[in-house]
């Protein structure tokens, strides 16, 4: 059973290009959130996607942007890139829950390592 | 606003010599406290899941536990293999996904 997988998994762009980054769930997971962990830090949640809609968002402008397709599978945009911008961008799955249910577990995948330059 | 803070940034361990890892959170409503390994250049791995006060899980050497200020993760007899990242992160009441995590606490276990 394959685990959540991320494309691609290094990439250099230069200040001001745009990137995308590419998600496949976990089989059976149809929630996916995205993360940024800058080097030495913990991952800072950017939003999660579920039925295709943003469901909740981090404190990050606008230039980063979503989309979730309808097999679950989700794109992460950012537009204008930064020299701060580099980080290592972690996608994540689980099962939703409801609101107020159970806490639900989030399965990562490996990141995309993205380096401005 | 919610943070979570983990102590020490760094541990450096002989193999055999057992620690712990502290996780300090301060939350509007705990909804779960989870604890992951994040190896270098890997995404972090699921450990445990805490729900409440009082709460213990373990895993092999590896132990963890929730007071409502703070959670502990217990390294009994590390081995070289236990080297990594470990990360604590919650999840709060009313929200829908986002989790909070801490910067970590980078494990060296030497032989």
């Known amino acids: 059973d394959a685990g959540v997988t991320q494309s691609p998994t290094h990439l250099i762009k230069t200040r001001g290009q745009q990137v995308t980054l590419r998600c496949s769930p976990k089989?059976?997971?149809?929630?996916v959130s995205w993360y940024q962990q800058a080097l030495g830090q913990g991952p800072q949640f950017i939003f999660q996607?579920?039925?295709?809609?943003?469901?909740q968002r981090g404190n990050f402008p606008d230039r980063f942007s979503g989309h979730q397709f309808p097999n679950y599978s989700s794109e992460l945009n950012v537009n204008a890139l930064l020299l701060g911008d580099s980080a290592l961008y972690l996608c994540?799955?689980?099962?939703?829950?409801?609101?107020?249910?159970?806490?639900?577990?989030?399965?990562f995948g490996a990141g995309s390592r993205l380096t401005v330059l | 606003e919610d943070q979570v803070t983990q102590s020490p940034e760094a541990l450096r361990l002989q193999e055999g010599e057992s620690s712990s890892l502290n996780c300090s959170y301060t939350?509007?409503?705990?909804?779960?406290l989870f604890w992951y390994r994040q190896d270098p250049g890997k995404g972090p791995e699921f450990l445990f899941t805490?729900?409440?006060a009082g709460e213990e899980k373990e895993k092999e050497r590896l132990k963890a536990t929730l007071t409502k200020k703070e959670s502990f993760l217990h390294i009994t007899a590390p081995k070289p293999e236990d080297s990594a990242t470990y990360l604590c992160?919650?999840?709060?009441?009313?929200?829908?996904?986002?989790?909070?995590f801490g910067a970590g606490t980078q494990v060296v276990v030497t032989p």
């Open positions: 939350v509007s409503g705990l909804r779960g």
């Open positions: 996607y579920y039925e295709e809609e943003e469901r």
């Open positions: 089989s059976g997971h149809d929630t």
């Open positions: 992160a919650v999840q709060v009441v009313d929200s829908w996904g986002k989790f909070q």
């Open positions: 994540a799955s689980s099962a939703l829950a409801g609101v107020n249910s159970g806490a639900n577990v989030l399965t």
């Open positions: 805490l729900y409440s």
